[in-house]
Each structure stands twice: as C-alpha cells, then as structure tokens.
T-cell receptor, first 117, second 110 residues
Framework: NAGVMQNPRHLVRRRGQEARLRCSPM?????VYWYRQLPEEGLKFMVYLQKENIIDESGMPKERFSAEFPKEGPSILRIQQVVRGDSAAYFCASSPPMREMRAYEQYFGPGTRLTVT | KNEVEQSPQNLTAQEGEFITINCSYS?????LHWLQQHPGGGIVSLFMLSSGKKKHGRLIATINIQEKHSSLHITASHPRDSAVYICAVRDETSGSRLTFGEGTQLTVNP
C-alpha cells in the first residue's frame, strides 16, 4: 500500500507565476489536509478536504490560494501569482473515512518545497 | 501564547541517554500526535493518543488529560534518533485539523 504521494518534490517559480501542488492520498483514504511550513517556523494548517468538498479552509490565505479534491485524481493546492513569501514546504496528509476506528490518524506525504525567485 | 508549547526547543544528548520532550496545550483536545521530522524534511507520525500511554520500540508517549500535558520519551538514544520532534493536537471544537508545537530539535552524539 503506497503512502501519501506528493509531486513535485521541489518546485521553483518566478514571482507572478502559478504553482500547482499535487497530493495523492493513501489508498482508501477520503480525507486530505494541507499544511504549510515556512522557513524556520512550525507547521500550520491550511485546509481540510473530502472528495469534492472543502470542509475547513480557515487556515488558507484569503487571496491567491485555492484547493480542490475532485472525485477522480489527486488533491491540488493552487497558488496564483506567487510571491517570495510563499516559499515554504507544503505537506499533505490523508486519513481514513470517519466511520473507521483509525479516522483520526493522519499520514503525511514527503512534502513539496516551493521556492519563489 | 501558543496553544501548543514544547520544551526544550533544542536538546543535545550522548548516545544511550534517556530523552524526555514535553508538550503542554491550552485547549480541550480529542487527540494528541507526536511526529518526527528528519533533516530531509519528511514527516513520520509516531503516536496518536487520547489517554494513558503508548509504547513502540524505544519510544514511549504519555498524556495527562487533566493537566493538559504529554511527554515523549526515548530510551537508549541513538544518533539516528536525531530529528525534530513535533507535538500536535486536535482541538475538540475545531474538527479534524491539527495545531502544532514549534518542535524540539534533538541531536544525539555518538
């Protein structure tokens, strides 16, 4: 059973470009979380999604950031018109459906390191 | 004041020493996680607990719900244990998202 997959692992964008980060949850997992780790800072929650639904986006910046988790395919975190302050490691985690005993477990992907030049 | 406070921020030990990392939180929680982040940046979930104590190999995690405190212990520490250890809580009112401590950088010297 493959773990949580994220790609790309490293992404370099110039200021003003768009960044698309992908997360494929573990097989059978229907919940995805995105977290951001700024340089020299701790992890911060961004958004929590189920298939085709955003459940909690209280940690998302109000502008330029969006996330989706379509019925088919990976979850996408999109950052439009990137700025230098967006440079960070972005981690995705997934968890089983809530009906399962281990629903509170979160399994982390390897992260995408975004560098904005 | 952060919702999740860890101590110490940095810890250096000699191989074989017993290690304790502490985590205090200020909110009611439904679960607490201990995570390990290696120098390469990947994050591994070590424990999830809501009461009592869990043990896995040389790692032990305990939680005291009344005192809002958890500890992570490493017995017979080894240089490969060198990593950042992160405490994270699931607030009982905020659904499934995690709130993280700042992490404890552990270095174990041979």
């Amino acid at each position: 059973n493959a773990g949580v997959m994220q790609n790309p692992r490293h992404l370099v964008r110039r200021r003003g470009q768009e960044a698309r980060l992908r997360c494929s949850p573990m097989k059978g997992h229907s919940h995805v979380y995105w977290y951001r780790q700024l340089p020299e800072e701790g992890l911060k929650f961004m958004v929590y999604l189920q298939k085709e639904n955003i459940i909690d986006e209280s940690g998302m910046p109000k502008e330029r950031f969006s996330a989706e988790f379509p019925k088919e395919g990976p979850s996408i975190l999109r950052i439009q018109q990137v700025v230098r302050g967006d440079s960070a490691a972005y981690f995705c985690a997934s968890s089983p459906p809530m009906r399962e005993m281990r629903a509170y477990e979160q399994y982390f992907g390897p992260g995408t390191r975004l560098t904005v030049t | 004041k952060n919702e999740v406070e860890q101590s110490p921020q940095n810890l250096t030990a000699q191989e074989g020493e017993f290690i304790t990392i502490n985590c205090s939180y200020s909110v009611g929680i439904s679960a607490l996680h201990w995570l390990q982040q290696h120098p390469g940046g990947g994050i591994v979930s070590l424990f999830m607990l809501s009461s009592g104590k869990k043990k896995h190999g040389r790692l032990i995690a305990t939680i005291n719900i009344q005192e809002k405190h958890s500890s992570l212990h490493i017995t017979a520490s080894h240089p490969r244990d060198s990593a950042v250890y992160i405490c994270a809580v699931r607030d009982e009112t905020s659904g499934s998202r995690l709130t993280f401590g700042e992490g404890t950088q552990l270095t174990v010297n041979p």
